[in-house]
T-cell receptor
Framework: SQTIHQWPATLVQPVGSPLSLECTVE??????LYWYRQAAGRGLQLLFY??????ISSEVPQNLSASRPQDRQFILSSKKLLLSDSGFYLC??????????FGEGSRLTVL | KQEVTQIPAALSVPEGENLVLNCSFT??????LQWFRQDPGKGLTSLLL?????REQTSGRLNASLDKSSGRSTLYIAASQPGDSATYLC???????????FGAGTTVTVRA
């Protein structure tokens, strides 16, 4: 069966520090991969999605970036975090236009 | 751009009552629609997926209907239990841009 792993689960980072969140999917090939952010008390915002290795689409301008170095690996990064980057980050996967499955999330607090 | 609205924003009911959660979306050109559950501080759990050609989908005490032409979906939860307390989100999938658009959710509290 398919599983999705996301880490770290929680992190506290100072303003201006770098960020790396990682997500891997097991049990499937060539999934579509997504990064969402959920700010406190707000809805889910799509940040990036990828339909294949090296193919990244960005939904909103920001100081975050995403990479897909392997078929089932999706990484969210920042060179310098801002206070506004705080939130709950969720990785998700699907195959073509099928059902979307989410990881457990990474809670980021920028101080 | 797809806009998704969920009504009500919050709902509190006594145990055993049936729940009706509403979702409306502006662009009817969807491929499917998914209902999720989110517990506080947790990720999203998929509850039901309805394809655009379907009218409804059922899983246990959950039933979701879809009226694509009018841009509406409804999630019914029968005989609610305290364990059903969570936030429920609907998300239509748009084939034009390969993404789900989320509503703000309905937060449900079932009182024992």
């Amino acid at each position: 069966s398919q599983t999705i792993h996301q880490w770290p689960a929680t992190l506290v980072q100072p303003v201006g520090s770098p960020l790396s969140l990682e997500c891997t999917v097991e049990g499937t090939s060539n999934p579509n991969l997504y990064w969402y952010r959920q700010a406190a008390g707000r809805g889910l915002q799509l940040l990036f999605y990828s339909v294949g290795i090296g193919q990244i689409s960005s939904e909103v301008p920001q100081n975050l970036s995403a990479s897909r170095p392997q078929d089932r690996q999706f990484i969210l990064s920042s060179k310098k975090l801002l206070l506004s980057d705080s939130g709950f980050y969720l990785c998700a996967w699907s195959v073509m236009t099928g059902e979307l499955f989410f990881g457990e999330g990474s809670r980021l607090t920028v101080l | 751009k797809q806009e998704v609205t969920q009504i009500p924003a919050a709902l509190s009911v006594p145990e055993g009552e049936n729940l009706v959660l509403n979702c409306s979306f502006t662009d009817s050109a969807i491929y499917n629609l998914q209902w999720f559950r989110q517990d506080p501080g947790k990720g999203l759990t998929s509850l039901l997926l309805i394809q655009s050609s379907q009218r409804e989908q059922t899983s246990g005490r959950l039933n979701a209907s879809l009226d694509k032409s009018s841009g509406r979906s409804t999630l019914y939860i029968a005989a609610s239990q305290p364990g059903d307390s969570a936030t429920y989100l609907c998300a239509p999938f748009s084939p034009n841009d390969y993404k789900l658009s989320f509503g703000a959710g309905t937060t449900v509290t079932v009182r024992a």
